[in-house]
C-alpha cells in the first residue's frame, strides 16, 4: 500500500485499493512536481512484458535483452534526473535553508526516488516470473549503485547528514 511505501496519501478510500501501476500514474498526476518522462515508464515495460507471454516462453527467454535494455535506459534517464535535482536542491539548501517550498521539494525527491525503485522491482519480478529468466538478481545489482536508490538509505538531503535511525528508533526518517 501507498502507506507502507511512504507515500503521500490522497483522502478517500478508493486510493487503499490501487495497484501500483495507477498508484504510480495517480502520484506523478496528482502530487509530483516532476514531469512523467523522468518516472520509470511502468505500463510500457509491463505492457512488453504481458505481449511477451501471450507468445510461446522460449521467445521469452530471446526477448529479455529488448527488455533489459529498455530498462536499463529508463533506470539511467531515472538517475541522471535524480542526480540533478539532488544536486540541485543541495544547493539551493544551503544558500537559503530549508524553506517550505524547498521542504516540499525533498519530499517530492524521496518519493520520486521510492516509486521509481519500487517500480523497477516490480518489473523485474513480474518478468522473471512470467518469462522463467532470472534477471532480478543481475538488475538489482545494477540497481543498488544507482544515486537514487543508495539515498534511499543515505542521503544528505533527505536525512539531514546521515543515515536514518533504526526502524523504531530515533526519529522518523525524512526531512
Same mark, same amino acid.
Given at each position: 500500500s501507498a502507506a507502507a511505501l511512504g507515500l503521500a496519501r490522497a483522502p478517500g478510500p478508493q486510493r487503499d485499493s490501487m495497484k501500483f501501476g495507477e498508484q504510480l500514474a495517480d502520484h506523478i498526476q +496528482?502530487?509530483?512536481? =516532476?514531469?512523467?518522462?523522468?518516472? /520509470? +515508464?511502468?505500463?510500457?515495460?509491463?505492457?512488453?512484458?504481458?505481449?511477451?507471454?501471450?507468445?510461446?516462453?522460449?521467445?521469452?527467454?530471446? %526477448?529479455?535483452?529488448? $527488455?533489459?535494455?529498455?530498462?536499463?535506459?529508463? !533506470? &539511467?534517464?531515472?538517475?541522471? $534526473? =535524480? %542526480?540533478?535535482?539532488?544536486?540541485?536542491?543541495?544547493?539551493? %539548501?544551503? %544558500?537559503?535553508?530549508?524553506?517550505?517550498? *524547498? !521542504? &516540499? *521539494? /525533498?519530499?517530492?525527491?524521496?518519493?520520486? &526516488?521510492?516509486?521509481n525503485y519500487v517500480a523497477v522491482l516490480k518489473l523485474l519480478k513480474k518478468h522473471d516470473k512470467h518469462c522463467g529468466t532470472q534477471l532480478y538478481p543481475v538488475i538489482e545489482r545494477i540497481l543498488h549503485q544507482q544515486s537514487f536508490v543508495r539515498a534511499l538509505s543515505s542521503s544528505r538531503l533527505f536525512y539531514g547528514g546521515g543515515p536514518p535511525p533504526p526502524p523504531g528508533r530515533g526519529r522518523e526518517p525524512g526531512p
Open positions: +496528482n502530487v509530483s512536481s =516532476f514531469g512523467a518522462k523522468v518516472y /520509470i +515508464n511502468y505500463d510500457d515495460l509491463k505492457g512488453r512484458i504481458r505481449r511477451r507471454c501471450q507468445r510461446h516462453r522460449a521467445n521469452c527467454i530471446l %526477448e529479455t535483452a529488448g $527488455f533489459k535494455r529498455a530498462l536499463r535506459k529508463q !533506470v &539511467a534517464t531515472v538517475n541522471c $534526473f =535524480f %542526480e540533478r535535482m539532488d544536486a540541485d536542491l543541495l544547493r539551493r %539548501e544551503r %544558500e537559503t535553508g530549508k524553506t517550505p517550498q *524547498l !521542504v &516540499a *521539494l /525533498i519530499v517530492d525527491l524521496k518519493q520520486y &526516488a521510492l516509486l
